[in-house]
């Protein structure tokens, strides 16, 4: 993070003293909290690096996809009273679950998705329209969105306030934003932060969360910053847990489990899910401004 925070404009950072994949340095904004890889100039993954054949599968499977799509119904039953009107559009659509849940739910559903492959499994997956590109300024698009999604999304892009601002322009004046990233502010991800910059051998766990993948982690104030930046107003907050099916899938299919570690795995999320005040991740509904 060189220059203007993203989020909020301001001028300090800190180094939190880690690097990522040994190579690039996390930063935090010393006014809002939001943490950023110093890329320099690497080369960008492709769209398709991360929907490997193990990926696929992954979502692929039933109880990832239930999982899933159960968690969306709960976030679209909650804001379809408000939306406007009924078309939906998910950005990074992904495998489609989100599509085809809205879909199901009567909403004139659309998905844009810049890998071909994620875009071939969730046409084969779900009987829904999906784009194969990203969401531009000048695309052919509605520009009248009742409803759109950015689903684990916007930790992954270059100008993240430059995408609110096109989401922005599709969505009709009274839209519903909604958006989930990781949580930077959130109480378990500090500790493990906490745990790591002691040194202890074999307790540093902040690998497990941070992310070449992930240019950007979010602190709840960083993210209200941002999207009243680009004309969202109404913006409140919901937490939530990685989905415990598949992260399961995940570690069966990259064979780095054992019977003993399922468990404990199972028994952890069972009790992080519990645990309301412990979320790793935020949902975040915001709504367009009428003009």
Request: net charge neutral; with cysteine; aromatic share 10%.
């Amino acid at each position: 993070m060189t220059g203007l925070c993203p989020a909020c404009g301001g001028t300090g950072r800190v180094d939190s003293g880690l690097a990522v994949d040994s190579r690039f340095p996390l930063f935090h904004c010393r006014e809002c909290g939001l943490g950023a890889l110093d890329i320099g100039d690497a080369a960008e993954e492709g769209f398709d690096d991360y929907w490997s054949d193990v990926n696929q599968s992954i979502y692929a499977d039933p109880a990832v996809i239930a999982e899933l799509s159960t968690k969306y119904e709960g976030y679209f039953r909650m804001v379809e009273a408000e939306v406007p009107n009924r078309r939906f559009l998910d950005v990074g659509s992904g495998a489609g679950m989100s599509i085809g849940t809205a879909a199901k739910m009567g909403f004139a559903a659309t998905g844009i998705e810049p890998s071909e492959k994620a875009v071939a499994l969730s046409r084969r997956q779900f009987d829904v329209p999906v784009i194969c590109g990203l969401l531009q300024a000048n695309d052919a698009l509605p520009r009248d969105y009742g409803m759109l999604a950015l689903w684990d999304v916007i930790e992954h892009v270059d100008d993240p306030g430059a995408l609110l601002r096109v989401c922005h322009a599709h969505l009709d004046p009274g839209g519903v934003l909604l958006l989930e990233t990781p949580d930077e502010g959130a109480l378990l991800r500090k500790f493990i932060c906490a745990v790591g910059r002691l040194g202890i051998p074999g307790l540093d766990l902040r690998l497990n969360i941070y992310y070449r993948a992930h240019r950007f982690y979010f602190t709840r104030l960083a993210m209200t910053r941002l999207l009243e930046r680009c004309g969202f107003g109404r913006v409140r907050y919901y937490g939530e847990h990685t989905m415990f099916q598949k992260e399961l899938r995940k570690k069966r299919l990259y064979g780095r489990i054992s019977p003993a570690k399922e468990l404990f795995l199972k028994i952890a999320f069972t009790l992080l899910k519990q645990l309301k005040f412990l979320p790793n991740k935020m949902v975040v509904i915001a709504v367009r401004a009428r003009d």
